[in-house]
């Protein structure tokens, strides 16, 4: 199953590719910060109309269309185009990420990097891998020596769950803070070791759900803010090697608390 998920990623990005840099419509959703383009929608027609034909009982999670509950155990959940923004302003900086849950647990988790080539690929207790060699977290256990990345959701303007206060006192305490734009490939940075932690208060569960396979198996830990299990349909998510979880539990706690 996971290489026919990698090949339907694969495809998708494909599409994506094409219509990078190219004349497209691009239509507003929530607010004229929050993009949907016609390739969204076209890669995602391209994954759904593939899980519908080769495997018809799944159920499907995916951005842009929704649910389609085929009650069946295995879910698929899409996020089509992760990095939107990237793809509609011509930053190279884009991918398809496809998550597969079998009674509520992940077990396979793809993301493709489309502009790099990558395929990061995970298999519940198999290890996490990119384009077939196998990644690992980073060991680095001091946070003043840490490059973390975030993201930030589209309505940041209204300070949603203390985003502000967060990033700054992450910025003040790290070695540095970066911002790619697709949730989906920080966490991969995660899993490859490149980034030491990664955090975001209001994701969907599209954006995370091959992440936190990739990064668990890679050896980090995924959680909520207060360390405890992360549920892909929470909004907050904490991500790290597993060496500076405790300190940015603690760092989420004061911003809660204390500010
Ligand atoms: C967004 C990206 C971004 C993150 C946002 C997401 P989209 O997904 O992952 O990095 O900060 O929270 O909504 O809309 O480009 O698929
Ligand atoms: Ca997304
Ligand atoms: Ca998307
Ligand atoms: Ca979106």
Known sequence: MIDKIITIAKEAGEILRNGFRQDFQIEYKTNSSNLVTEYDKKSEKLIIDFVNKEFPTHSILAEESGRQDNSNEYLWIIDPLDGTTNFAHGLPIFSVSIGVMKSREIIYGVVYDVMRDLIYSAE????????????????????????????????????????????????????????????????????????????????????????????????????????FPMNIFDKRLLASNGKIHQHMIKMMNKVEFFE
């Open 124 to 227: 519940k207790r198999s290890g996490a891998f990119c384009n077939g060699k196998k990644i690992h977290v980073s060991s680095n256990d001091n946070l003043s020596k840490s490059v973390l990345v975030t993201g930030f959701p589209y309505n940041i303007a209204e300070n949603p769950d203390k985003a502000f206060e967060r990033f700054i006192a992450f910025l003040k305490e790290a070695r540095a803070i970066r911002r790619l734009g697709s949730a989906a490939i920080d966490m991969c940075y995660v899993a490859e070791g490149v980034f030491d932690g990664f955090w975001e208060v209001a994701l969907n569960p599209w954006d995370v759900a091959a992440g936190k396979l990739l990064i668990e198996e890679a050896g980090g830990f995924v959680t909520d803010f207060n360390g």
